[in-house]
């Protein structure tokens, strides 16, 4: 059973830093894009920042410039680099994978809390 567990969230002050990653496991045979959400209480969940395999990589508007998002398909796992976080950066993060091994999800992760506070 394909699966996806994140890990990295937690407590930082703003402008601080925080690196979630994503690994993929079960048996993994191909995995094209991958992406990063995010959702807010009382928010819908929203895109953060995707990559494909060949690593060509978006942005939401609003990460821009703060955000970078990286994989290693040798692992199957995706990174997000979070830098000047910002209170508004406070969300519960999920990683994404619309098709893994040819068959369609989407697959999600758990999920793990970012909170950005002082």
């Known amino acids: 059973q394909v699966q996806l567990v994140e890990s990295g969230g937690g407590l930082v002050q703003p402008g601080g830093s925080l690196r979630l990653s994503c690994a993929a496991s079960g048996r993994i045979l191909s995995i094209d894009l991958m992406g990063w959400y995010r959702q807010a209480p009382g928010k819908q969940r929203d895109l953060v920042a995707t990559?494909?395999?060949?690593?060509?990589?978006k942005y939401a508007d609003s990460v821009k410039g703060r955000f970078t998002i990286s994989r290693d398909n040798a692992k199957n796992t995706v990174f997000l680099q979070m830098n000047s976080l910002r209170p508004e950066d406070t969300a519960v993060y999920y990683c994404n994978a619309p098709v893994i091994n040819y068959f369609r999800g989407p697959y999600w992760g758990q999920g793990t809390q970012v909170t950005v506070s002082s």
């Open positions: 990559i494909t395999f060949d690593g060509t990589a």
